[in-house]
C-alpha cells in the first residue's frame, strides 16, 4: 500500500537540492518488518534541501552544513530526526506512528481518502493477506478479515461460485456486497443449472494482481455507487505499473486438497431392507440374499458372511463385510498447480504492466478438473501537463470438466451417502458392464441396466455416482473480456476530471451429456448445450473541484453514470439417444431449444460535497438520481441523499494523552433506493410450438405490477474509532441500523388465484447490528511482533411490516420445512410440522407408539446467526510470520436433506440407535415383522424423552421398541421439520499461514531482489460443531439466497495445503 | 481551456451517446407476442381438456386400481406431492377468462366460440372439485384476488350446470365456424361439440343423482332431448404430443415411468371374465402369465416378474381419452336402468351396455368375433337385480377407462364398484387411511401456505383435510 504513495509523492512534489556539500546515503526500513520503505521524505531541518528514498528505500542527500538535523519522515510513521555530525552513511529505522493514523483508503468512485477523513465505516485488507490466503479467489480470502463479512462459498470447491455479504442480508431477496475493480463494478454473477454451479464472476479476477481490498460496509459508505452498493462495496484495486520503475515478479504455487468433512456414518450394519431389519432371507441353496428392492442398510451385522446379491445380473456371491471406506476411496487427492507473473515498466511519461497466470486444478472427485489463464495489461500515460490516459485490458479463459452436482439428485454425493455400507466400490466401478466400449463399467441389475441403488430420495433417485463420473459428463468453457479506459483532465487549479468506459464481455458454454440408461428419468439419454452471453456497458464521468479556505477545506464532485447490460441465453436440448455414446445434437430422436434476451438500463447523475474543517470535523453530503428502465414510467427516477460527520476527538481538543493516542467518533445517514428485475412490470402472452408444430399459447404465471416502486434502504451508523497505547490497541466500533422500506419482491401465490407469483412492494425489513473490531499488538519489538485482530459481528434481520396484508412470505420450500419472513419476527425464521409435545415437554407417542406429528406449523429455528466471530493471528519473528485465522458462527439453524435420508437409508451412525432391542424383540416373536402395530422396537431417541399414549414414561429401564427404519421413515415422510433442523453453529481454524522472506543479506548475492517461501493449510479443522452430517462452514449447494440456510446433499468441503514460492526481480 | 475541450467534450459523449429511451422496448420480452389469433388461442384452449399425465394420473389410477405405482410411496398415500397435480389445472382459468373476455358480447358464430369456452371452463372446474370437495371458483383464477375463497361443490355444480346449459342452448342456435387444425379434438368438426356438451350433461346428471335427484333427473331430460356422442367417430379424443416427441401424453407415460404396472385387481378382473382385452391391453410376464402388481403391497420383486402395458393396447398417437362413446353409453345404460331423465327400460339399458362393451373393445381393435364371443357370454347381458345390473355396469365401465384419467375413480367412488376392499396390513402398506381407498385429494401444501385463512376453514369442513371425507355427490 505504501509503495502507491510514492507514485503520489513523487507527482506532488518538487524538491530542490543544493549541490556543493557532502553526500550522505543511506537506507529507511521500517521497524517491525525489517522491509525497506520507499519515498520516505528526507529533508534538512530547516532547509528547503531534502530528497526521498527510491524504491529500494535508498537515499542520498547532499548537506552543506557540517551541524545539522536530517528529518525523516513518511505517511503513517513517526518521524525522526537524525544529527549530522559528519557521517557519510546515516540507516534509520522508522516505526509505525503510534500516534497519527492517517492511513489513505480508496472510496467510493476510486476517490482516495484519508481514512480519519471518513464519516463511516471502512475496512481494508492489503493484496499480500488475500494473496497468501491460499485460496485461488479474492472473496474467499476475505473470510474472517474483517467485522460484518461474510463470505459464502459453496460446499463444491474452488469451481463453484462465492459472494460476499456485508452486514446481513438487506433485503427478502439477498444483497450481496456490489464489487468494484478499478472503480469499475465488476459483474459476479453466477450461472447455476439444475445442481451445477458454474461458478461466479469474481474467479476470473487473477489474485496476484490485487494490491488492496477496502470493504465499504454501510450503505452510507456507498451512496455514490447507488442501487448496485445498497449492500455495501467491496472496492478492489489492482497492481499497476510504476513510473521509472520495473519490476519482474513470479509466483508459483502447488496446492494439495482433501476431503475436509465427511458425514459419520455406521459400520455394523449392512445392505438389508428396512421392512426386515436384521435380517436376509436364504436362498434356494441356503445362501442369504439381498433382494431387489432392497439397496439400504438395515441388514444384519456385517460379519463376513457369504450373502448373494441377487439383484444383480451375475447374482455374486460376495463376503457381507464393512466397507468403511468406500465412500473415502471414492474421492482422490486434487492438485493444483498455479504460476503468475508481473512484470511492470515506467519512465517519466508513462507505465505499464502485464500480468499472466494459469491455474491447472484437478478437483478430490475423480475426473473433475478445472483450467485457467488470465492475462492483463494496465497502461497508463501522461499525454501532456493536464491529459493523461489510463487504459486496462483483462483476459481470462477458464475450461472445466465434470463440476460435481450438488444436489440429492442422483450421481451427487447423496448416492454415496445412501450406497448401502456393505457395498464394496468395485460393484459399482470395475470393469463388468461395458455399454458400447465406455469407460464405465460397474454392476448391472439382472436386466443390463448399470445399478442406481435408491429411487426414493427426492423426487428423482439418487444413484450411483460412478456413472455420472465416467459415463456421463458436463463440461463447460468460459472467456471474459474487460477492461476501461480513463482520461484524466486537469483543468483549472483545483478542479479536474475524467471520464471513463467500461466493457465486461462474457460467455459461458456448457455442455451436458448424459448416456442411455442414466437413471429412471434419464432412461433413454440425454444432451444439453446452451450458450450464455453478458455485456455490461459502464460509461462515467466526474468533476472534481478541491479548494483550501483558510481553516476549511472544500472538495466537491459532480458525475453521471450510464449502465446498461444485456444478456443472451440460447439452448438446446437432445431426448432420447439414437445411438449410446454420441454426444451430438443430431443423434436425438427429439430436439427443442429456444434463446431469449434481457436488457437492462440505468443512467444516473450524481454528486457529492465534503468540507473538512482544520482537519479534525469533516462533513460529506451527497445526492444522487437514477432513472431505471425495470420500473414504470411514474415510479422509475428516484433520488437519494446522504450525510456523514466525522469527528477526531483528540485533534479537536489537542488531547495528549499517553494513554488515549485517537479518538474519532462518527455518524452518519442515508438513503439508497433501488429498482427490480425486468418483465415485473407487464406481463406478457407467449408462443411456442409443440414437437410437431403446433402452436401453443402460454397464458403468463406471473401477475405483473405496474404500480411497483423503488425500494429505499435508509440506514444509520454511529462509529468509534480508538488507538491507545502507542498504537498498541485499537478499537473499532460500529453500530448501524438498516431499514429496507417497500422491500420489492416476488411473493408466491396459490395456482387457484390464476397466477403462481407477483412482484410486490412487501414492506420493511430492518437489520440491526453491532461490529467491532479489536487490534492488539501485544509484542512489538524490533525482531519479533505479535498482531491479533479479534472481530465481532451481530447482525439481526427483522420483518417489521408486510403491504397487502400479509402476515408472512414464504423465502423458499426446503423438504420437510419452510424458512418465511413473518411480520414482527427475526427473517428467516424455519417453520414445520414438529413432534407433538405434552405440557413437561415429552414426545407424545401415539397408540402405535410412534411419535405424534401434528399437521401444525410451529418455528423449529432460525437461519440467522446470532453472532459471528473472527480472530486472526500474525507472529512475526525476523523474516518469519505465522499467520491463523480462527472463523465463528453461533445460532444459525441449517435444514438438512443428509440427515433425512441417511437415516432413512440406515447409513449414518445416528440410524444404529435402538436397532438391537427392536431385532430382539423381533426374534423373540414379540414384533410383527412390518407394522407399526408391535409395541416393541427401539430407538434411543425416543427413550426418556417421550411418553406413551397410556401416560406411562418411556425409559430404558421400561423402554418402548418401535421398528427405527419405520421411525425414520415415517419423520422424513411425515415431514416432520424439527428433525430435519441442525444447529449449524462452529469454530473453525480456517487458515494457518507460515511464510519465510529470504533476508535482504542473503539476496545480495542472488540475482533476487526478494525471494519468499509459504505454507498454507485451508479449513484444517473443524475445532467446534453440532451436526454430524454437514460441515457446518459450508454446507450449500449454491451461493445465490435461495440455499441460504438449506443443506441439499452437497459435496465435501475440500481441506488445503498449498506451498508457494514468491520472487521478484 | 479550449485546448481540452476537444477531448472532454469526445469522451463526454461517450457516456451520453449510451443513454437510450428503449425502456419500453426492455421491458418487453423477444418471444412475447402482441397479437396471438384467436384460433390460435382456441388451438391451447381444446388442447386443455387434456388430463394431468403425471402425478395427478397415478393417483386416479392408482386409487381406482387399474394400474399400480410399484416404487412409490404413493402406494400408502404418504406423498403429499400428488395431491397438486389436480389441484394446478387451475393454471387454465387465465386462457378461459382471456377468452371469455374476447368473446363478450358478441353475437354469432363468436357466441358459439363462447360457448366452447364455457364448456371448457365447467370442464375443467368440475375437474378439479371432483377432486378435493370444496374448492375456490367465484374468486378463482382472474388474479384479482390472490387468496381466494372457497365454494361448495354443491354450487360449482349447479353453476356449472347453468353454464353448461346456456352453452348447449347457443350451440344449437348457432352455427359456429369451423376452427379447423385449430380445433385439437374434433379437427373442425363444430357439430361435435354439441354433442361432447350434452353428453357432460348426461355425465354430470349422473354424478349428482344421489344428492339433488330433481335436478339430476331434469338435466338428464335435457340431455337425452338432444343428440349425445353416438358413434366412436364422434368420441372426444385429444392428441396430445408431449415436448418428448411425437407422442400422446399418455404413450408417454407409460413409456417413462419405469415402475407403473397394470394393477393385480384389473389383470384378474380380465382373466375371470376371459376378456379378449387382456392380451391386448397386458403383456405377460417372465414365467408367460399375466400377472398384475397388487396395490400398496408390501412385497418388492423386480417389475419384470409382473405384467406390463402392452403395446397393442396403445399407439403412439393414441390420444387422451377425454370423452368416449362407451362411456356415453354406459351413461344412457344407467340413466335408463334407473329411469332417470327418461322412462326406465331394461332392454335399452342392456342394448346401451352390450353397446358400450362393444364400442370400447372396438376401439382396441379387439377382432369382431372375440367381441361377439365375449357379448355372448356371461357378461354380456345385464342380468340379476338391479343391483348386480349397475354393479355389471361400472365394472365395464371401469375397465373401458383403462386408458383414460379421473373418471374411473370418480366413477368408483359414486358407484361403489369395483368393491376396493379394506387392505390388509399383514401384506399391504396401510397408511393414514388405515387401508381404506382414499375418497378424495387432500387440499395441497400450497393451500396451506398461500391461501391459509380459507384452507383452514376448508380443511375443518373436511375432517381435518382427511382422505376419508366424502365429496358432495359422493353417497356410496
Redesign the interface.
Known sequence: MKKIFLTMICMCMVLLNYAQSKEVTGIVTDQATGETIPGVNVVVKGTTNGTVTDFNGKYSIEVSQSNATLLFSFVGYAPQEINYTGQSTIDVVLAVDALKVNEVVVTALGIKREKKSLGYSVSEVKGDDVARSGDGNVLNALSGKAAGVVVNTTAGSSMGSSNIVLRGYNTLRGGEALIVVDGIPYSNRSTLDGGYDYGSGISDLNMDDVESVSILKGANAAALYGSLAMNGVVIITTKSGKKNHSSVSVSSTYTMSEVGFMPELQNTYGEG?Y?NIGHLDAGDDGILET????TKSWGPKMEGQDVRIS?LRDKPVLPYSKQEDNVKDFFRKGHTFKNSVNITNGNDKRSWSLSLMSENMKDIIRTSEMDKYNMGLRVKRDVNS??DIDGKINFTYKSAYNRPENTDKRGGFMGLMVAPRSFRNDLMSPAIYTPNGKSYSGETF??GAPIQWD??IG?WGAGNPYWDLYVNYNKDRQTRVNGFTK?N?K??KGLS?F?R?GVDYSNLEARKFEEINSG??R?KGGLSSKSNNHLD?N???LFTYDKDMGDFHLTANAG???S?SRSHYLWATG??AVLPGADYMGNY??R?G????????K?SLYGSFQLAYRNYLFLDVTGRNDWT??LS?DN?SFFYPSASIGFVVTDAFDIKSSVLDYAKVRLSASEVGNDFD??A??Q?????A???G????N???K?SNLNLKPEMNRSLEFGLDLRFLKNRIGLDLAVYQNNIKDQILNT????????NE?PINAGEIENKGVELSLNVKPIRTKDLLWDMTFNYSKNEMKVVSLN?GL?EI?MR?PRNA?IIAKVGEKYGQIVGRTFARNEDGLIMLNDKNFPIVP?DLSVVGNIQPDFTASIQNTLRYKNLTLGFLITSSFGNDVVTYKRLEMNYNGTSKESVAGREGWMAAKDAGEA?A????SSYGGLDYLVGRSIREDGSLNTASNPTYINPARFWKSQR???NAEYAVEDGSYVKMKEISLNYRLPKSFLAKLPFESLSVGFVARNPWIIHKKTDFFDPEAFQSNTQFGSYGVENAAWPNRRTYSFNVSFKF | ?N??IK??AA??L???I???D??E?????????DD?PLE??F??LT?NFNHAYTTAFIVAQEYSQLKCYE???VKDY????YNDGY??R??K???I??LLERTEGEEGYMKGYQALVNINYVYTMLSITDMYGD??YTE????E????AYDTQESIYTDGIRILDEACATLENVTIESLG??D?IYGGDASKWLKFANTLRLRIALRIKNVNPTLSSELAQKAFSKPLIENEDESATLPN??????RSGVWNYYE?A??LLPSERVVEFMKSNNDPRLSILITKNVDDEYLGYPNGS?I???T?EYSDFAATGYAPDMGDQILMYAEASFLKAEAYLFGIGVTANETSANEEYRAGVRANMEMLGVENADIDTFLAGSLGNLSGDQENKIKMIAEQKWLAFFHGGNEAYNEVRRLGYPVIEKRD??THE?GETNGEMPRRLKYPI??R????THYQTAVAATD??SFLHKVWWDKN
Open positions: 431392507y421392512k433382494r431387489y428392492g432392497s439383484w493536464w491529459f439382472q436386466d429411487d426414493e423426487s482520461l483532465f483543468l483549472a476530471a471520464t468506459l429412471a428419468y432412461e456497458i460509461a462515467d464521468f453521471g453514470n450510464h446498461y431426448n432420447e430422436k427429439s427443442d429456444g434463446d431469449d434476451t434481457q436488457e437492462r438500463e443512467n428502465s425495470t414510467d422509475n425486468i418483465y412490470i407487464k406478457y402472452i407467449t408462443m411456442s409443440d414437437i410437431v403446433r402452436p401453443i399459447v397464458m403468463p404465471k401477475l408466491p401465490l396459490t395456482i387457484s388465484s390464476g397466477y407477483t397487502d402476515e414464504e420450500k419452510r399437521e410383527s412390518y407394522g407399526y402395530s415422510s411425515s415431514r | 481551456m485546448k481540452y477531448y472532454l469522451s463526454f461517450i457516456v451520453a449510451g443513454c437510450t428503449k425502456f422496448e426492455y421491458n418487453t420480452p423477444i418471444n412475447a407476442v396471438i390460435l388461442r388451438n391451447t388442447q416404487a412409490s410411496t404418504e406423498f403429499a406431492g389441484w394446478n387451475y393454471d382459468l387465465s386462457l377468462f382471456d374448492v375456490p378463482a383464477g382472474n388474479g384476488e390472490w387468496r381466494p387444425e385449430n385439437r404430443f408431449d415436448i418428448e416427441g411425437a417413462t419405469g415402475s408390501n418388492t420383486r423386480p419384470t396390513g399383514a396401510l400450497q393451500e401456505d398461500y391461501n391459509s381435518n383435510n
